[in-house]
């Protein structure tokens, strides 16, 4: 708590009420006894101005296109690190030491295949089955198989286990949804390959054909996961921490997330930014004409990969994205229009005053979707991959929040509907 006080005035009367001041001098107005002691509630309807916990995790200046994790800046980390050192870090505050690196690794690889019994769930699944779907349902089934670890423990292997179990299962699960998809048999993870390495080889390899991976590909593949790590109390990650309050289990926490991820203003809107430049691309759509739609509000069109709830300059994802694209398709030999489509529409936007009044700049899903493309990746699974990346941040919230011992979340509403009437019975409706 910080010295200074904010006070509510109301109906001649007035209440002080503390401040908290973060880390980087954010300061949030401490209301917690707000109803107690007035009845009234705050309304924040998407709770742009709302602070729903205090965290150590992520910090993100959305004037200043800063993302931090536990201090670190993302070009820190994409530059020097990789995606299991960064979930290390993002899961329990320090970068490891080479012991505790080793240590996570092999724990990764000791889970990371899958119980035979799960075929049986993913055979049931009809072949156009949406992988975002079946993520959400194989990482709850994963509780089925693990009943004695839907605990809320936050030390020790009652919270290690199920942790190393979904950071390490996301992958064959996902590779699996993908495969099942297309008829092809589950491939089984290789011990000598990195995480992210493994899960290139479950997605694309053949029994006898082992999928060659380009190291520009692998590399671009972990930054991704890299990239989307954790991003403070995000719709998803809120999700995670909402439905873990009321202390359901790790396995079901991070379901929900799935679920909330998968929306197109979320973590679909990587799928729906390709959508958009193919539809540009395959109709002979001037982009010029498409910005202008985007900015007519009667036309339902949104520039899918643009806009950001707390970046109002450049998401420094998006940069780092926009980087690897080249670096990838350079190295496969590959020149994808879309990219040619993408660039002008972010030089228009980016000259526009509709998108610079409104702080609109390209976020993480603009350059993502072209990266997965590239790489083979089908539409279908690009927010899986997005899940997958982000599912260090929302076990590292999920621990967070039970550590603070954090009561069950429970908004308030403003009531607006009907006042006291009597019931009618059917002959006088
Ligand atoms: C992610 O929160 C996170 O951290 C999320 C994320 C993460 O890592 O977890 O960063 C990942 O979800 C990135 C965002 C991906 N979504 C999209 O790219 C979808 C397109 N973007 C928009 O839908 C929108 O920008 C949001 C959803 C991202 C943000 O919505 P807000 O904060 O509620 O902003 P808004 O809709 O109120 O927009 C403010 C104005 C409106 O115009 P006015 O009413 O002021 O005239 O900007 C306009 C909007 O119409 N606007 C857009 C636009 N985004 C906002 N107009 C055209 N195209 C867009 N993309």
């Known amino acids: 708590m910080s010295n200074k006080k904010a006070s509510i005035e109301f109906d001649g009367k007035s209440l002080e009420l503390d401040t908290i001041v973060g880390t980087e001098n954010e300061i949030g107005i401490d209301i917690t006894s707000l109803r107690a002691k007035t009845g009234m509630i705050t309304l924040d309807p998407g709770y742009g101005n709302t602070g729903s916990c205090t965290s150590d995790i992520t910090f993100i200046d959305g004037e200043k296109g800063i993302l931090r994790h536990r201090g670190y800046a993302i070009e820190d980390l994409a530059a020097n690190s990789t995606f299991v050192e960064t979930a290390f870090l993002v899961l329990y505050g320090h970068l490891p030491s080479e012991i505790e690196l080793a240590t996570f690794e092999e724990e990764l690889s000791e889970h990371s295949s899958l119980h035979y019994g799960l075929k049986h769930h993913f055979d049931g699944f009809p072949e156009n089955a949406p992988p975002m779907a079946v993520l959400s349902a194989m990482l709850n089934t ?133 959508k958009m430049l193919t539809n540009i691309h395959e109709n002979g759509i001037d982009p010029k004409e498409y910005v202008e739609q985007a900015k007519d509000k009667n036309s339902n069109v949104k520039l899918m990969g643009f806009g950001h709830r707390v970046y109002k300059s450049f998401d420094p994802r998006a940069k780092i994205l926009k980087e690897q694209v080249d670096i990838v398709l350079k190295a496969m030999n590959i020149e994808d229009p879309l990219l040619d489509i993408a660039k002008e529409l972010e030089e ?22 072209i990266l997965l493309r590239a790489i083979g990746i089908p539409v279908d699974m690009f927010t899986v991959l997005f899940a997958i990346g982000r599912m260090p941040g929302w076990i590292a919230n999920w621990r967070e929040m039970h550590v603070q011992n954090m009561r069950i979340n429970r908004p308030r509403q403003v009531y607006t509907g009907a006042s006291l009437r009597p019931y009618t019975p059917m002959g006088e409706r």
């Open 142 to 274: 994963l509780a089925c198989y693990n009943t004695e670890l839907l605990t809320t423990a936050t030390e020790g292997p009652g919270f290690t286990v199920p942790t190393m179990k979904i950071l390490s299962k996301v992958r064959a699960i996902s590779a699996w949804a993908y495969r099942s998809s297309v008829g092809k048999p589950f491939m089984p993870p290789r011990p000598d390959l990195s995480y992210t390495g493994n899960f290139l080889h479950m997605m694309f390899s053949d029994t006898f054909k082992p999928y060659e991976v380009l190291p520009e590909v692998e590399r671009a593949m972990d930054l991704f996961f890299v990239l989307h790590a954790d991003h403070e109390q995000n719709c998803s990650t809120s999700t995670v921490r909402l439905v873990g309050s009321s202390r359901a289990s790790l396995f079901t926490s991070v379901a929900a997330g799935v679920g909330a991820l998968w929306g197109p203003l979320h973590g679909g809107a990587n799928a729906e930014v390709i």
């Open 348 to 369: 228009m936007a980016r000259s526009d005053s509709y998108f610079v009044e409104r702080n609109l700049y390209p976020n993480v899903d603009f350059y993502s979707g």
